[in-house]
Each structure stands twice: as C-alpha cells, then as structure tokens.
C-alpha cells in the first residue's frame, strides 16, 4: 500500500510515516520500494505503527521504541532482560494510573462540590468544611 492509504488508516499524518521510517523504526520488512522508487508498505507496517502508538500513548519515548525494537529485532536481549524492561515499563504505568485516579477522584469532588452549590449551599458548606479537615492549610 502507498503512504498516504497506510496514514488514513493509521490516523497518521504522512510526514509521521515518514519520520517513523527515518527514525528507524519501521524497516525493510515495513517497506520497501517498488521500481518507480515508490514506497509499498507491508501489513507489518500496520501492527508495527499500532505498537508505535500503543507504546507512546504509555509514555514510551521514540528512542526508547527504536531501542527495544532494535533489540527485539537482533535478538540483543536475554528474555530476562526484556522482562525486566517490560516490568519496568508496567511499574510506571501503575504508578501514572495512580496519579490519573487521583485526579479523577479530584474532579468527582469538585463536581460534586459545585452541584452542592447550586441545588444546596449548606451541603455545600460542609463539604467544603469536611476537605478542610482533610487538607488543612
């Protein structure tokens, strides 16, 4: 497939394709050129851009792909050594998970809180009054 119909698949713009490309992370089994000079990409360019995404929507950076990739590629790392990357990665996202509940729960009070306000102050108030307690400053 052309560049452009793998982008709207992907939701990509074609210059992203591109710079995955030139950044190394999708190589010869991704794409490869036709005669004209064209880029074909490959149905493994469609998952390898997914585990792009998937990865950098969990805060992995490019180089940080582009380094697990090369290495999962050339065999670089034991399977312990992968697993403990893998463990890693999971710990920092548990902990970003913590953080997103956090102001969830933030949100849902303040939410709470400002309905309070408009149908019942005195709840209101006392809300307000109950985080205090919990929060003094």
């Given at each position: 497939?052309?560049?452009?119909?793998?982008?709207?698949?992907?939701?990509?713009?074609?210059?992203?394709?591109?710079f995955y490309e030139k950044e190394g992370l999708l190589d010869s089994?991704?794409?490869?050129?036709?005669?004209n000079n064209y880029r074909a990409y490959t149905g493994e360019a469609i998952e390898r851009?997914?585990?792009?995404?998937?990865?950098?929507g969990l805060g992995c950076s490019l180089a940080e792909l582009k380094e697990l990739f090369q290495d999962q590629d050339a065999n670089a790392k034991t399977h312990q050594?992968?697993?403990?990357?893998?463990?890693?990665?999971?710990?920092?996202?548990?902990?970003?998970k913590a953080e997103y509940d956090q102001v969830l729960?933030?949100?849902?009070?303040?939410?709470?809180?400002?309905?309070?306000?408009?149908?019942?102050?005195?709840?209101?108030?006392?809300?307000?009054?109950?985080?205090k307690a919990v929060y003094p400053h």
């Open positions: 497939m052309k560049i452009q119909e793998l982008a709207e698949k992907m939701g990509l713009s074609v210059h992203a394709v591109r089994r991704h794409v490869r050129r036709e005669k851009l997914r585990l792009i995404r998937k990865f950098q050594q992968m697993i403990e990357w893998m463990e890693l990665k999971k710990d920092e996202i548990e902990r970003k729960e933030t949100l849902d009070w303040m939410i709470e809180y400002r309905k309070a306000l408009m149908k019942d102050p005195e709840k209101a108030e006392a809300m307000l009054k109950a985080i």
